[in-house]
């Protein structure tokens, strides 16, 4: 099926090339000019993806992609003028996808959208995507059980709500267990394929996966820090 897009932006001329380019790989387009509008589309047209400008008139960007969030798991590519870390951690830590900054490049924002819908396909299909070792047998650790063919996670007899993302995450650090991975190897391997973004996605990710499943997410017992080199999953005690 084709995938939709909804390019949010009050720059007529950026949302003219974004059309352009996303037309022309083949996806449907829908664009708004600021907030309101957007969230609008959004709820009316269901799309596979947003491209969000954050400073809009009215409803800002940071506003819709809250609302979004809130309501499930649209992927979002923020844009926008003011590249600062801050607010790429404000906005990775909202739980948006990836973050551009303007200027850019239409073309590297049509591959980071083929990216990110190919993870959210791979994602809907969790045989697809991992590696042959990477059996989908439930994975039970002292407190922690993770159930891969549907991608159900319990910790301390719990049920946790993931994302895509932060299942993708513990999976692959429970399938090897033990095993150090630096921010740059978990990258490529959560959102496949050879991306290159800022490894403070890594970081967000992991920050967020802890609060899910850790007791004490600043002591955690299961994501733990290797200083200098990436993460591990410590499973010395399965059960």
């Not at 490894?199 to 994501?223: C, F, G, Y």
Request: glycine content about 6%; some cysteine; proline content about 5%.
């Amino acid at each position: 099926m084709t995938a939709c897009i909804l390019v949010a932006d009050d720059e007529q001329n950026i949302t003219d090339v974004c059309r352009r380019y996303l037309e022309r790989e083949g996806y449907v387009v829908w664009v708004a000019h600021d907030g309101e509008e957007a969230l609008r589309l959004w709820m009316e047209q269901s799309p596979d993806l947003l491209v969000l400008d954050l400073m809009m008139p009215g409803i800002d960007g940071w506003e819709v992609c809250e609302k979004v969030r809130e309501a499930g798991e649209t992927p979002v590519i923020l844009l926008t003028a003011r590249g600062e870390e801050p607010d790429r951690l404000l906005g990775l830590s909202m739980g948006a996808d990836d973050y551009m900054t303007k200027p850019f490049s239409p073309r590297e924002l049509v591959l980071r959208v083929k990216n990110i819908l190919r993870r959210v396909s791979l994602a809907q299909s969790p045989h697809k995507g991992l590696a042959s070792e990477e059996a989908q047998e439930a994975l039970h650790f002292d407190g922690l059980s993770i159930f891969p063919s549907q991608r159900r996670v319990k910790a301390a007899g719990s049920e946790v709500d993931l994302t895509a993302k932060e299942f993708d995450l513990l999976f692959l650090l429970a399938c090897h267990s033990g095993q150090v991975f630096s921010r740059s190897q978990l990258l490529k391997r959560i959102w496949h394929t050879d991306y290159n973004g800022d490894t403070t996605t890594v970081t967000v990710l992991v920050r967020r996966l802890r609060e899910k499943i850790e007791l004490d997410p600043s002591q955690p017992r299961w994501i733990k820090t290797v200083w200098g080199i990436g993460y591990k999953l410590d499973g010395k005690e399965p059960s």
